[in-house]
């Protein structure tokens, strides 16, 4: 190539500046995220219990509100996969996937809808939020990241607001197989920080959680198959909030908001805030999820269980505080560089050094 075809080439976009993205705007984004999930999720139990008044069982609506998920989610999943379809013949791809789908889709949503019909979606929910006591548990045993006073601090005011939630001295009644299944629904949730925060695998978010959604449809479905839980529903009309609407009106909101909206959108915060601290941030769905209630049910917890319930939520300012400051990410930039810097560095890269 001649100098002046090399000032006539035309001008190419290189990654020859780097551009740091501000880690105050990540936390501010992944906060953000989080709260909308929290806000999302936070209706399912209301929702899904004004359908098991009409005669739906918790595996059934579990299928359903998957099922339509991972529909919804489908081709804009499919869409991000682009350039990216190798993934999906890692095994360790598939092992997140289904680890995901089966303890964090199937297992939290059923155990959670399993408790709330013994409790009130309030409580069921504060015991589903122990999670972020067992990921900080699984981060120290598993990788060795001891959690520092702070931290302790938030997993001891949380184990309090657990005695005040079971009212252990008082005179609430708590069934103790809600309790059971309450517990169970908080391993489904750690599991869901610790897989979400995980990027390994490499799948875009929303392509995670439509195939973790898929993988817990199928886990669900052949569990009512076979008959190790009940399977049934209906299509008579169901009331939300004192108003009779059509059944398909709540199924339609499990499946579209508080499953595929809600999965796309707290993946993504966990993604930003890393497991530790969107675990906690999530708690904030029990006040949401005791809002909607209210709202939907006109259920409201006993005044110790909604003082336990604060409780908890405490911890999330405790392990805030006691997070480390995230380091800056740091994403190339194209920049229009001038056609002579760019002949120059085609020169370059294809210039090799001559034998001895």
């Not at 190339?332 to 120059?344: D, I, K, R, S, W």
Request: with cysteine.
């Amino acid at each position: 190539m001649t100098a002046t075809s090399a000032r006539r080439a035309p001008s190419t976009p290189t990654p020859v500046a780097r551009r740091q993205r501000s880690p105050r705007a990540v936390m501010v984004i992944g906060l953000l995220l989080a709260l909308i999930s929290a806000f999302t999720f936070g209706s399912s139990g209301a929702v899904a219990k004004s359908v098991f008044a009409t005669g739906w069982s918790p595996a059934a609506t579990v299928t359903t509100r998957m099922a339509l998920g991972a529909l919804i989610l489908s081709v804009p999943a499919a869409l991000a996969m682009r350039g990216r379809w190798h993934l999906l013949r890692r095994g360790r791809t598939w092992l997140h996937v289904g680890l995901f789908g089966v303890f964090a889709v199937a297992g939290a949503q059923l155990f959670y809808f399993l408790a709330v019909s013994h409790l009130s979606v309030g409580v069921a929910l504060m015991l589903e939020y122990l999670g972020p006591i067992l990921v900080v548990g699984w981060l120290w045993l598993v990788h060795g990241q001891r959690p520092r006073r702070l931290t302790l601090i938030g997993g001891v005011i949380a184990m309090a607001g657990l005695l005040l939630i079971l009212d252990v001295l008082g005179d609430v009644q708590v069934s103790t197989i809600g309790v059971i299944f309450g517990m169970c629904a908080a391993v489904g949730l750690a599991v869901f920080f610790i897989l979400a925060a995980d990027e390994s695998n490499g799948l875009p978010p929303i392509t995670f959680s439509a195939l973790g959604m898929a993988v817990g449809t199928v886990v669900v479905s052949l569990a009512g198959v076979v008959g190790i839980v009940p399977f049934h529903a209906s299509t008579a009309d169901t009331s939300v909030a004192g108003i009779a609407v059509a059944w398909w009106v709540p199924v339609l909101w499990l499946g579209a908001v508080a499953a595929a909206f809600a999965y796309a959108t707290g993946i993504m915060a966990t993604r930003m805030l890393q497991a530790k601290v969107a675990s906690f941030v999530g708690l904030v769905e029990v006040l949401f999820a005791v809002l909607w209630a209210w709202a939907l049910l006109g259920e409201m917890p006993a005044p110790v269980q909604l003082l336990g319930g604060l409780l908890i939520l405490a911890g999330v300012v405790a392990v805030k505080l006691d997070e480390p400051s995230p380091a800056p990410v740091v994403e190339l930039e194209a920049t229009e560089a001038p056609a002579g810097e760019v002949a120059v560095a085609t020169a370059s890269a294809d210039a090799t050094p001559e034998p001895a």
